[in-house]
């Protein structure tokens, strides 16, 4: 593989506090301090003036429905989607059929990621066998099969007492449990934001304190156990305050927040669109407001797309019938930025941070840093180009976007894993 | 201003003059219902499906008596003989009732938006007779005919809603009417039951029975369903009843002129006393014989017929 000289880019790489037009060198698969002038003649040049380079983006909330459902997307398409929107490391949840709760469906998981993916990708395993929040999964198996975390994603574990468990257990190995923060005696039934626009429309409500005790209690449990505990796609505002709270005491919690969070709210729910439905539900300005002031000021460590691709056959029905979940990864970049960069005066190095060293650092994960030597998953993006976004001609396997067909800015023009081209943009959109 | 919409979706979206527009033509049919020959030949030819996905016995029949008046075509199909206890989805079971040459779909479903949804799918007209807790407009359409009927017109006049607001489209669907036609809508009950984001809509909430029920002129109750009792929305049917029961004591603290309402089914003895239901001030049967007329209506309108041609059109 001959080297490459990406040059004079706009090299973001916020884990060594580098923001600077330059070059990047590739060889070998990993990114190098410099090429020598032979190599520098073999190496393909690429002319990235305009262009931003950073770390390949990482997400660590996927859903590519591999073993078991993979009518929705497998690990290949899945795999295809992220790097189609810049990620080179994504971070898969257990929640497949059967759900991913022994060592022999992670190894199904990890050969599959090994043959097919064009990215890294990283399992989880459960909580509970089965995810049904009664038994804890082997959690020690899991964690020598190769999961980077556990979670329950989808079904919180209801326990106090189990969750306690599960957190002790796993401070042994030092395994992060994620957490989908949500008291299900609450939300019975429940399939948008509770609030006026539920009122409104007649459908049942699932209210922010669902989230908030949850968000409460895996906090207070964090600090008694000494877990990390991840808190994941977090919507409420009050939960915002507590993580902020948690933390000032030193508890060990981080916690993520999606594109559609950030981007959307409940009002837009008028429609009955069911591309609009997903877990927890779109909340109110407000709360989305509150999710933008958690990232800026840190008590939301990163953005996560909790990508979750289902068929136009499973979401064309009754809003109450409709599947949660949409897709995330092709479109969180320029998604990010319109909310963060444009609207909210982040810095490009900022909303760059959050997509690729805070996520990886959550979970200890290789990746998220150009540093000499670490393995060259790179993004290269245009911050400012428009492009049409049509979910039918994705990446992924499914279209169910709320974004289909809408003018998005900031394009992914490349995505190297390991020096490698994965995905690279057509000249036009 | 000519009637333009093929669908009856909501009252939310529709404008006071369609309201209007509707209640006169209602009102023409209810003329031709006090004929010796109740029949006009104004949808001859014309194939009507109700699909009644979730139970329901006067809105049906209303339905079924409208469109047999207007020499309709009726079928009429529910949840547990249609193909949907199969697994059929809505969709495929609307497009082969479309296919089957029906003209109009009236549709009653327990999930919110399923109307909508349908009407974005189909060519024919679709008509909501009730979907989920949302709107059951023909029902907001025939209580404020009746109160109009009663009161004339409805600006200022004090409307009170009782009951189990939370989980009813008969309630959303006379809040938008009646904020439309200028009424001064209060609602009451539980606060399990009657959350303050209702105040978005434009009507005053209240726990206070006595304040409520002061000088309304309609007072409107809808059934409390056993069922809530478990979910904890509230602690009994009993205490239910001493705290927001309608009975006589209760009922003189109404505007002397005072109107009593019920869309239907009763719980005798628990939301209303049994003989209030039957008194002089009750106008619940009314409302279901105004049914009849308002869906006349609203099936002519959405064929394509103007409201100023009523007169003519037998």
Redesign the interface.
């Known amino acids: 593989m001959p080297a490459l000289w990406i040059q004079k880019a706009r090299i973001i790489d916020p884990a060594n506090r580098r923001d600077a037009v330059g070059d990047l060198f590739i060889d070998g698969g990993r990114v190098v301090a410099s090429l020598s002038a032979a190599a520098r003649k073999r190496a393909r040049k690429i002319d990235a003036r305009g262009l931003v380079a950073c770390p390949g983006l990482v997400d660590i909330h996927v859903h590519f429905r591999e073993p078991g459902q993979t009518h929705k997307e497998t690990i290949a398409t899945g795999s295809r989607a992220a790097a189609a929107g810049g990620f080179t490391t994504v971070v898969c949840m257990p929640n497949t059929s059967p759900p991913a709760d022994n060592a022999g469906t992670i190894q199904f998981i990890k050969d599959a990621a090994q043959r097919d993916a064009v990215v890294k990708v990283f399992p989880t395993g459960c909580i509970t066998v089965g995810m049904k929040g009664q038994a804890l999964a082997p959690i020690g198996s899991l964690r020598r099969a190769g999961v980077v975390a556990i979670t329950d994603d989808g079904d919180c574990v209801q326990s106090n007492e189990l969750m306690r468990r599960a957190l002790e257990y796993a401070r042994m190995f030092d395994l992060t449990v994620m957490d989908h923060c949500q008291d299900a005696s609450m939300t019975q039934g429940a399939v948008m934001n509770e609030?006026?626009v539920?009122?409104?429309?007649?459908?049942?409500g699932w209210p922010n304190a669902a989230e908030d005790l949850i968000v409460s209690r895996n906090a207070i449990l964090s600090e008694y156990s000494g877990a990390h505990v991840h808190m994941q796609h977090i919507s409420s505002r009050f939960s915002v305050e507590i993580l902020r709270h948690a933390k000032s005491r030193g508890v060990r919690v981080t916690a993520e927040a999606t594109p559609h969070h950030l981007a959307l709210t409940d009002d837009l729910l008028s429609?009955?669109d069911t591309h609009l439905k997903m877990n927890p539900p779109l909340r109110t300005e407000a709360d989305r407001q509150a999710l933008i002031a958690g990232l800026r000021d840190g008590t939301i460590d990163c953005i996560a797309t909790d990508h979750a691709p289902h068929t136009d056959?499973e979401k064309?029905?009754?809003?109450?019938?409709a599947p949660n979940g949409i897709l995330g990864l092709e479109t969180a970049l320029p998604v990010s930025l319109e909310v963060l960069f444009r609207k909210n005066r982040f810095s490009l190095a900022r909303v760059v941070d959050l997509l690729t060293r805070r996520p990886a650092d959550i979970l200890k994960l290789p990746a998220g840093r150009l540093t000499p030597g670490s393995a060259a998953d790179v993004c290269l993006f245009d911050p400012d180009e428009k492009w049409r976004y049509d979910a039918r001609a994705g990446q992924s396997k499914s279209s169910n976007s709320p974004w289909h067909g809408q003018t998005l800015r900031g394009r992914v023009r490349l995505t190297l894993v390991d020096g490698k081209i994965v995905h690279e943009a057509t000249a036009s959109a | 201003m000519p009637w333009t919409r093929r669908h009856l979706l909501t009252i939310?979206e529709l404008s006071l003059a369609e309201i209007d527009q509707i209640h006169a033509t209602a009102a023409a049919f209810k003329k031709i219902l006090g004929r010796n020959v109740k029949k006009v030949p104004a949808l001859r030819g014309k194939t009507i499906v109700n699909l009644f996905l979730e139970p329901s016995t006067r809105t049906r029949m209303a339905f079924d008596m409208a469109a047999k008046r207007l020499s309709a075509d009726v079928i009429s199909l529910d949840g547990a003989s249609s193909s949907t206890t199969k697994g059929e989805?809505?969709?495929d079971t609307a497009q082969n009732i479309q296919a089957l040459n029906a003209d109009l779909i009236v549709l009653r479903?327990?999930?919110?938006?399923?109307p909508?949804?349908l009407s974005r799918i189909l060519n024919i007209p679709v008509v909501n007779a009730g979907?989920?807790?949302?709107?059951h407009p023909t029902q907001g359409l025939l209580d404020t005919f009746t109160m109009r009927e009663r009161l004339g017109d409805l600006r200022g006049r004090k409307v009170t809603i009782l009951g189990d607001i939370?989980f009813s489209?008969v309630a959303?669907s006379n809040i938008h009417a009646l904020t439309k036609m200028g009424a001064a809508v209060t609602l009451c009950g539980p606060s399990t039951l009657v959350?303050g984001?209702?105040t978005?809509?434009g009507v005053t909430v209240s726990h206070d029975l006595k304040s409520a029920l002061a000088d309304a002129e309609v007072v409107m109750l809808l059934r409390i369903q056993h069922e809530r009792q478990s979910a904890g929305h509230f602690p009994s049917l009993g205490e239910y009843t001493s705290m927001f029961g309608l009975n006589k004591t209760r009922a003189s603290w109404l505007h002397p002129k005072a109107i009593i309402m019920h869309p239907g089914p009763i719980n005798r003895g628990v939301e209303i006393d049994s003989e209030l239901a039957d008194g002089e001030r009750s106008v619940i049967l009314e409302q279901v014989t105004n049914g009849i007329a308002v869906r006349m209506a609203v099936l002519y309108l959405c064929f394509g017929g103007q409201p100023e041609s009523v007169a003519v059109v037998d």
């Open positions: 609030g006026v539920s009122t409104r429309l007649g459908l049942r429609t009955y056959y064309d029905k009754e809003f109450d019938f | 939310e989805t809505l969709r479903h327990a999930a919110s938006g399923s909508l949804y979907d989920g807790a949302h709107e939370l489209r959303r959350p984001w209702f978005d809509l």
